[in-house]
């Protein structure tokens, strides 16, 4: 399994960024897939998952519910996390999970710093 993510950086408050993750090493339509993130010196925190049936069904923390859009394209082998209206607080490493829910196997991650 490889997760490689992209498409992070530093925004100022209310700004957006899109990230990427690309996926191999496995059979991509067969598995939901999932964004996790960890603050400095927090844990793991699950940010949104999206299944594969049903067209892909999304779900969302309540700390991102409205703000954050994942979405997947199955014949790219790709997972994107579209942000809006980012805050300080979604200061965080951004990894891509396989799976519903799940934060193992992930990628490397990648830095989103919200900071004016």
């Known amino acids: 399994v490889q997760l490689v993510e992209s498409g992070g950086g530093l925004v100022q408050p209310g700004g957006s960024l899109r990230l990427s993750c690309a996926a191999s090493g496995f059979t991509f339509t067969k598995d939901a897939m999932t964004w996790v993130r960890q603050a400095p010196g927090k844990a793991l925190e699950w940010v949104s998952s999206?299944?594969?049936?049903?067209?892909?069904?999304?779900y969302y923390s309540d700390a991102v519910k409205g703000r954050f859009t994942i979405s997947r394209d199955n014949s790219k082998n790709m997972v994107y996390l579209q942000m809006n209206r980012l805050k300080p607080e979604d200061t965080a490493v951004y990894y891509c999970a396989k799976g519903f829910k799940a934060n193992y196997p992930r990628g490397q991650g990648t830095q989103v710093t919200v900071s004016s």
């Open positions: 999206i299944t594969l049936i049903g067209g892909g069904i999304p």
